[in-house]
């Protein structure tokens, strides 16, 4: 494993053979398909699919657990904004109460649904944060035509978020070095006194914004005026090519995309009156 | 041949502050040359490196009088992303000069600014790898190396430039020995291998010394000793003024010449150090 700002990345992967171009453009396309698809059977199905890509593209799994409680967060969210903070709804068919609220099966219905949309495009961005390095994103976005400076300042954002990371550490010592320690302090406590961590912090950072644009500048770097129209050589593209994999690969996801929308809006798939499950779940809860 | 780098009357006054960092400094150095620059803290050490490089007065508020010229070019006449084509630094902060993912990519990005085709890319991040024996590095992100590297890093990302003088204010201030030294071996051997003019400003001197062809001592703004090596550590008086203390081996020569014991040149290296002592033992000996 190899630890990135994004994540961890394993050592060797047959991921590895796939332009990163084709791991974004899985990453923005796929993503879509949850919001196209109502019946949580075919999001389950979605997350499945992920989950046996990140196998073969042997990802520890194990990685999984640090996004467990993101999961946990967000079902408690969507079932407190749904189901507990829902409305009244006479219109609704109530199927019990809970602390005297009214909990109505749509409602749940609906908390499920958003769930098992959200719930894939996590994995999906798990998938990809551990799959690819920083330098792949630069690449897929070179690949784009994304001018350089865009792609630049996103480049930038990942380097100065590393550097804020590793600020933090040297803040977090100094202060450890001067007897305050939030380790082992209630929670309450350590978000008071959280801004004994933010105030150097953000001083140090308005330091390494002048530090950095002095690299800047002396590495001819300029933002204006002819030196930032010089044609670059894109030489981080050399490393990587388009290969007839990558196209079909790419020309498949396009396809799948396609056809959802023609089977969702053509055809009627994946809408809430075609799913198996939410009937079944329907009918355990008002114990038909 | 003009020199490549004339400073005239040069002074310089951050805004707002009560006394110019800079003050009458008049310096010519010719192309080829390996200068060092040393004074303590609050000097103008710092303040001369970023008029070299244009960063004074393009990215600092202040007054400027007198001249800096690179090449015999004003360094405010160069046009934006010209000067870095002349002059490259290196700052002390090795963690700030990272601008890119992979130490590869930050060694390339300079060369992409300066609008080199991607052979000339290739040869020079070759030679430059070589050079600095960054090679196994080069996959590696800012954050899997250290300090020492990352200096290295900065300082081959100025090579691969190929400017003509290469400024280099304080590169081991935050690095150990080794890190240090394999900084300064690049050195060596970028001044037995090329023709660069080399500006190191540096509190260090132990690995500056062997090098340097000519030493600068700034004190409170002012150049209070301009001179070859050599003779630049007999003024030991002016030196101590100024805080500043010559490496062990220089001074013990030095004490030894005001006792009348020595009256040779001051060896600048350890080596050159032994064999003085040796022959001045040997002389001893027969005496």
């Known amino acids: 494993m190899n630890k990135t700002l994004l994540g961890y990345v394993p050592e060797r992967s047959p991921i590895y053979a796939i332009h990163p171009f084709v791991k974004l453009f899985f990453l923005l396309v ?30 520890d799994m194990r990685i999984m657990r640090i996004y467990v409680p993101v999961a946990i967060s967000m079902a408690s969210i969507i079932f407190l904004a749904y189901v507990v903070l829902g409305g009244f709804h006479p219109e609704f068919i109530e199927i019990g109460r809970l602390l005297g609220i009214r909990v109505y099966w749509e409602r749940i219905r609906d908390a499920i649904v958003v769930y098992f949309r959200i719930l894939p495009m996590i994995v999906m961005m798990v998938f990809f944060l551990n799959t690819s390095r920083e330098r792949d994103v630069i690449v897929a976005m070179r690949t784009l035509r994304i001018p350089f400076v865009v792609t630049y300042v996103f480049a930038m954002a990942l380097r100065a978020a590393g550097m804020v990371i590793e600020d933090f ?16 302090k209630s929670l309450p406590y350590r978000l008071r006194k959280y801004v004994m961590y933010m105030i150097p912090l953000f001083a140090l950072s308005l330091r ?3 530090e950095f644009s002095n690299a800047l500048i002396a ?14 050589a894109d030489y981080v593209l050399t490393h990587y090519r388009f290969t007839r994999l990558d196209a079909v690969l790419t020309a498949l996801i396009g396809l799948a995309f396609s056809a959802l929308l023609v089977l969702r809006y053509g055809f009627g798939w994946f809408t809430l009156d075609r799913s198996v499950f939410l009937p079944r779940l329907e009918d355990l809860l008002l114990h038909r | 041949m003009p020199p490549i780098v004339e400073i005239e009357n040069y002074s310089w006054r951050y805004l707002r502050a009560e006394q110019p960092a800079l003050q009458d400094i008049n310096l010519s150095i010719e192309e080829g040359t390996f200068v060092g620059v040393i004074g303590p803290n609050g000097s103008g050490k710092t303040t001369l490196a970023n008029s070299l490089n244009g960063l004074i007065p393009g990215q600092y508020q202040g007054i400027k009088e007198g001249t800096v010229k690179i090449a015999g070019t004003e360094v405010d006449a160069y046009k934006p992303g010209e000067l870095p084509q002349m002059v490259g630094v290196v ?32 040869e020079r991040l070759d030679w430059v790898t070589d050079l600095t024996q960054l090679k196994p590095l080069l996959e590696k992100p800012p954050y899997e190396i250290s300090g020492g590297q990352k200096q290295r890093v900065a300082l081959a990302a100025v090579l691969a430039m190929m400017p003509r003088v290469m400024v280099l204010d304080e590169p081991t201030s935050m690095l150990d020995p080794v890190s240090r030294k ?49 003779p630049f550590f007999r ?29 040779g040149e001051i060896p600048l290296t350890l080596d050159a150090a032994v064999a003085a002592l040796e022959g001045l033992i040997e002389n001893r000996r027969y005496e």
């Open chain 1, 30 to 59: 796929a993503s879509l398909f949850p919001l196209f698809i109502s019946a949580p059977e075919w999001n389950f199905g979605l997350i499945i699919f992920v989950l046996l890509l990140m196998l073969y593209s042997r990802i």
């Open chain 1, 169 to 184: 550490g040297i803040v977090r010592q100094a202060e450890q070095a001067r007897g305050f320690d939030t380790h082992g």
């Open chain 1, 208 to 210: 390494r914004a002048e």
């Open chain 1, 219 to 232: 590495r001819g770097f300029a933002f204006t005026g002819p030196a930032s129209k010089i044609k670059r």
């Open chain 2, 91 to 122: 700052f002390s902060d090795p963690e700030a000069q990272f601008t890119a993912m992979t130490v590869e990519d930050e060694l390339v990005f300079g060369m992409e600014n300066l609008g080199l085709s991607l052979a000339e890319i290739r």
């Open chain 2, 182 to 230: 394999r900084v300064f071996d690049v050195l060596a051997r970028l001044k037995r291998e090329s023709h660069n003019t080399v500006i190191v400003i540096e509190h260090n001197l132990e690995n500056l010394v062997p090098l340097a062809d000519r030493m600068i001592l700034l004190h409170n703004g002012r150049v209070a000793l301009d001179s070859e090596t050599g």
């Open chain 2, 235 to 263: 003024q030991a008086a002016t030196l101590e003024q100024a805080g500043v203390y010559p490496p062990g081996g220089i001074a013990f020569f030095h004490g030894l010449m005001q006792r009348g014991v020595y009256t």
